[in-house]
């Protein structure tokens, strides 16, 4: 079935640092890939999204492209800020049909240090 | 502004109580969703609606049921509570039929079970 891997966390920066977080994923259709962004104490919120191949996501700063030949969707930042400390989700949303579901990996926990 | 509300942040229940999760979402979504959130295991998906009255199973929907009356409140039951259902439950909605839908989550409701 389709599924979601991403970097196992946490991961400790400091503030300034050149930010990557690993996706990969598993599809049989062409999914669309987001991440979704957990700051302390609350749920989850859209951080970027990318729906063809070679599509840029983009927001706050922060980056993925989808890229299909390497199954793969990277979240990155040029400069993290102590404010990007959350828990980072990549996922994929395989379909059209009624019943299918979004896809999360694991989550990455993200520490800035200032 | 979209919203998806859940009754409660937090919820401390005795082993063997019937617990009631309620979830709300002003925005006409078909799609509802309800997620554990655990250290470690990332989201796994209990239960899910496509249209009123009706569910389908997740990953892990033992001890769990659900109800869905109303196309924008999506309830889960915990019909005899444990300790091992302590955990952030989520919930969220989603359109259907668009391949770059976007999940909308509610803010959690952390529960223990003591």
């Known amino acids: 079935g389709d599924s979601v891997t991403q970097m196992e966390g946490p991961v400790t920066l400091s503030e300034e640092a050149f930010l990557t977080i690993n996706c990969t994923y598993t599809?049989?259709?062409?999914?669309?890939l987001f991440w979704y962004v957990q700051y302390p104490g609350e749920g989850l919120q859209l951080l970027l999204k990318?729906?063809?191949?070679?599509d840029k996501g983009s927001n706050k700063g922060f980056e993925a492209t989808y890229r299909k030949e390497t199954t793969s969707f990277h979240l990155e930042k040029g400069s993290v800020q102590v404010s990007d400390s959350a828990v980072y989700f990549c996922?994929?949303?395989?379909?059209?049909?009624?019943?299918?579901?979004?896809?999360f990996g694991k989550g990455t926990r993200l520490h800035i240090l200032p | 502004d979209v919203k998806v509300t859940q009754s409660s942040r937090y919820l401390v229940k005795r082993t063997g109580e019937k617990v009631f999760l309620e979830c709300v979402q002003d925005?006409?979504?078909?799609?509802m969703f309800w997620y554990r959130q655990d250290p470690g295991l990332g989201l796994r998906l209990i239960y899910f609606?496509?249209?009123?009255?009706?569910?389908e199973k997740g990953d892990i929907p033992e001890g769990y049921s659900v109800s869905r009356e109303k196309k924008e409140r999506f309830s889960l039951i915990l019909e005899s509570a444990s300790t091992n259902q302590t955990s952030m439950y989520l919930c969220?909605?989603?359109?259907?039929?668009?391949?770059?839908?976007?999940?909308?989550f509610g803010q959690g409701t952390r529960l223990t079970v003591v």
């Open positions: 609606s496509y249209d009123v009255k009706m569910k």
């Open positions: 925005m006409d979504h078909e799609n």
């Open positions: 990318a729906t063809k191949a070679d």
């Open positions: 996922a994929l949303s395989a379909g059209m049909n009624r019943d299918d579901k979004i896809i």
């Open positions: 969220a909605s989603s359109t259907q039929g668009l391949l770059n839908t976007e999940a909308f």
């Open positions: 599809a049989t259709g062409y999914p669309s």
